[in-house]
């Protein structure tokens, strides 16, 4: 070979190694609590212009845990509740407890993987909802760029710690100005600005508190939804006949009045205000890369679902009915074809998963519960993937000890009453499979209650299917169980 052919050869090969950079960014981004079975995600144009119509939208989009710090702690690990991650909202609970801060986040979060891949990090936005409080303020490690909010989700009047590998940490405070602090709209800046800024391969995440409460629309979108109500589905406001089928908690619950029903439809109308500025943000996010000619791997997922008078539960989420569980599930991206709806499972434990394969890193998905969408979505046959046939599905119920119940005394006819209990606290089996689909759920409280719902036959979950199963049947779930709780 004469050596300038080898010069080229070897040029060539060097060139291609050093990018190695061919692998995707990666863009995450994350809603709070957006319900998608009860029609907030149908009102949102750009999502669907620039995401779903060039990507897939999952159709059996699921969170292990129908709550917002444990599914966020899940997202960040691909871990289930019982392998070390946040069981409930509080720092005794593991959300950014000394197990999380010490054990998980300085080594097992999609972060720190993504950093021994050589990918540069930025993130913005909500993150576990007990990050920040008090005096040990401190950026997580894995974020070159970090631009996180103190607490749980809010539109005004927070604090923002800023900094990241390398960078001082600064605690910036912001007030009631929309020009200067509307929440959702800092975030989107600060993403428009290290979407220019940061090297390839980045990975970035935009964490909206949008629709959480309080519910607050920027100026523009106040009222452009007004006259919607909340969808009154088979379950809204359940009669007693099959309230009474359900476990302790469901059984206490009073029919939905007319006046908190009126409160529930002014904040279902609220949400769809506050998704808006989301789906403009996705808009302009989206142009921008178009322009830039990046094309990422995007995610659009939110962490829990929620409900608006379904088995009576006004407004919240912490529940194994449907609208708790499932959550939008839309994936964009290089060789991935675009429009589908695809079937199969899909949950919040396999984003990290997925994003390991991304980045070439499959050997850091050891101990990750979620399995990698990576090769399905790109249209590969996947047979780890489209085989799942179920989904463990975990909640710790919350409660204030004196009466076991959210608020003491419970509040039977208030909107902003969280329905929750100790002895909310369960495990289910979600099947999907073509001679399944169903959810067996187990309590643990004081009768061992089991609801069951054959969801092909029953899929508002009215009555409780559980006396319809045999013996056998009973005990192929509970099998399953105690193999998915391992
Ligand atoms: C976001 O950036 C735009 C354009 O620079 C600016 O007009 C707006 O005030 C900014 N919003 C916030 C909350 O910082
Ligand atoms: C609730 O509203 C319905 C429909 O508007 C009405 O028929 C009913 O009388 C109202 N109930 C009460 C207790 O006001
Ligand atoms: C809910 O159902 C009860 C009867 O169980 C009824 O009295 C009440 O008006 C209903 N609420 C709404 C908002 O429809
Ligand atoms: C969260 O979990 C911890 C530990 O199990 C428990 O002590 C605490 O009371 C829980 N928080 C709530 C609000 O239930
Ligand atoms: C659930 O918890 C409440 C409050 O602690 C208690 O009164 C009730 O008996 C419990 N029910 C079951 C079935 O465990």
């Known amino acids: 070979m004469v050596p300038s052919l080898l010069l080229f050869f070897l040029l060539a090969y060097t060139t291609h190694n050093a990018s190695a950079d061919d692998r995707p960014n990666i863009l995450l981004l994350l809603t709070d609590d957006q319900d998608v079975v009860l029609g907030s995600f149908d009102h949102m144009p750009h999502l669907k212009t620039h995401l779903q119509d060039k990507g897939v939208t999952f159709e059996n989009g699921f969170v292990h845990t129908p709550i917002c710090c444990p599914s966020r702690s899940q997202i960040l690990t691909g871990r289930y509740t019982h392998h070390g991650v946040a069981h409930n909202n509080s720092r005794s609970g593991n959300c950014y407890g000394d197990e999380w801060i010490h054990q998980i986040e300085n080594q097992h979060t999609y972060a720190i993987h993504a950093k021994e891949a050589g990918y540069h990090t930025a993130y913005a936005g909500k993150y576990l909802n007990a990050y920040g409080y008090g005096d040990d303020k401190k950026v997580p490690p894995g974020w070159d760029r970090w631009f996180g ?5 809010i539109y005004y009047d927070y604090s923002i710690i800023e900094g990241g590998i390398g960078k001082n940490m600064m605690v910036q405070h912001h007030g009631k100005d929309y020009a200067k602090d509307y929440l959702p709209d800092l975030l989107f800046n600060q993403t428009m600005k290290v979407l220019d800024e940061l090297p390839e391969p980045w990975l970035v995440v ?19 939804m007004a006259g919607i109500k909340a969808p009154r589905t088979e379950s809204y406001n359940a009669s007693s006949e099959y309230q009474e089928q359900k476990h302790w908690l469901l059984r206490q619950l009073n029919p939905i009045s007319n006046s908190t029903a009126a409160e529930v439809d002014t904040y279902y109308q609220r949400r769809l205000e506050t998704l808006k500025s989301v789906d403009d943000h996705i808009d302009k996010i989206m142009s921008k890369l178009d322009d830039k000619g990046q094309d990422p791997v995007v995610v659009y997922t939110s962490d829990n679902g929620f409900q608006f008078g379904q088995h009576r539960l006004a407004m919240d989420k912490r529940h194994l009915y449907e609208n ?12 991935i074809p675009g429009p589908r709806k695809w079937s199969p499972i899909v949950s919040n434990i396999d984003i990290a998963p997925t994003f390991m394969d991304i980045m070439g890193l499959p050997e850091a998905k050891e101990g990750m519960d979620g399995i990698s969408f990576w090769d399905y979505v790109r249209g590969k046959t996947d047979h780890e993937f489209q085989n799942r046939r179920d989904l463990l599905i975990s909640y710790h119920g919350e409660a204030d000890p004196h009466c076991g119940m959210a608020d003491c005394p419970p509040v039977y006819d208030g909107v902003w009453w969280m329905p929750d209990s100790f002895n909310n606290t369960y495990n289910c089996v979600r099947t999907l499979a073509v001679d399944d689909d169903s959810i067996y759920c187990r309590f643990e409280d004081d009768q061992s209650f089991v609801e069951f719902y054959d969801i ?28 998915l709780l391992k």
């Open 206 to 224: 935009l964490s909206w508190p949008s629709p959480h409460g309080p519910f607050t629309p920027a100026p523009w979108a106040k009222d452009t």
């Open 456 to 483: 092909a036959q029953n899929p508002h979950q009215l009555a409780n299917d559980y006396p319809t199963l045999n013996q056998v049947e009973r005990q192929k779930y509970e099998y399953r169980l105690k193999e």
């Open 324 to 335: 708790d569980i499932r959550v939008p599930f839309v994936v964009r991206g290089p060789g």
């Open 149 to 153: 909010l103190v607490g749980n989700s």
